[in-house]
């Protein structure tokens, strides 16, 4: 089944302990990215990667790492999360970035406390 | 710069009715537009999508959504509403000039009624 799979679905952490959700995908696509979203503020994308070793900041990186080692892999790095970073992540990803469609993952839902 | 809106925070219906979940958008060039729906503690899954062609574009589910270039809007419609419809929608719209960013509207709850 094509799939973009997220782990954990759920994350409780303390301030400044470093933590990383992953993301794989299944269908050979080039492009991904991160989405937290935000009651009343939608999706705001904080990284892409055009493709492996290829990433570049989205509308809201402060606070955030990524890395593209690999094409199916895009891990999403806080070093140092904070409250203001409690929110749900989405991953996704597509064959390209202009009109293909995303394909998400389902979701985490990171608490920081 | 690229914008989307959907001014409606919750739209409600009667099952069996017609419904219309609104979105406007701003792009400096030629508008991609996208319609994705989001059900309880699940990703967003792509309904519809415009990029030229046909301004009415069919998509899944039975939703269909019609683009109109004079009103900047992609409203997304469905002829008989389900309970199953129920969900939360997004609007987004990249321009075709300009980052490879989508903007995505804050989404409209969609809750039919039995």
């Known amino acids: 089944e094509a799939q973009v799979t997220q782990n954990p679905r759920y994350l409780i952490t303390v301030t400044g302990k470093k933590l990383t959700v992953t993301c794989s995908q299944n269908?050979?696509?080039?492009?991904m990215s991160w989405y937290r979203q935000d009651p009343g503020l939608g999706l705001r994308q904080i990284y892409y990667?055009?493709?492996?070793?290829?990433?570049d900041k989205g509308d809201v990186p402060e606070g955030y790492k990524v890395s593209r080692k690999e094409k199916r892999n895009f891990p999403l790095i806080l070093e140092s999360p904070s409250p203001n970073q409690t929110s749900l992540y989405f991953c996704?990803?597509?064959?390209?970035?202009?009109?293909?469609?995303?394909?998400f993952g389902n979701g985490t839902r990171l608490t920081v406390t | 710069a690229q914008s989307v809106a959907q001014p409606e925070d919750q739209v409600n219906v009667a099952e069996g009715n017609p419904l219309t979940v609104k979105c406007t958008y701003s792009?400096?060039?030629?508008?991609?537009l996208f319609w994705y729906v989001q059900y309880p503690n699940r990703g967003l899954q792509f309904l519809l999508k415009?990029?030229?062609?046909?301004?009415l574009v069919k998509g899944s589910y039975g939703f269909e959504a019609e683009f109109n270039k004079s009103q900047t809007s992609f409203h997304l419609k469905k002829p008989s509403a389900l309970v199953s419809d129920s969900a939360l929608y997004f609007c987004?719209?990249?321009?075709?000039?300009?980052?490879?960013?989508?903007?995505f509207g804050r989404g409209t709850s969609l809750i039919v009624h039995p």
């Open positions: 990667s055009m493709n492996v070793e290829v990433t």
């Open positions: 987004a719209v990249r321009d075709d000039g300009g980052s490879y960013i989508p903007t």
């Open positions: 996704a990803s597509s064959p390209g970035p202009y009109n293909s469609p995303l394909h």
């Open positions: 269908m050979n696509h080039e492009y």
């Open positions: 792009v400096s060039g030629n508008p991609y």
């Open positions: 415009y990029i030229t062609g046909d301004n």
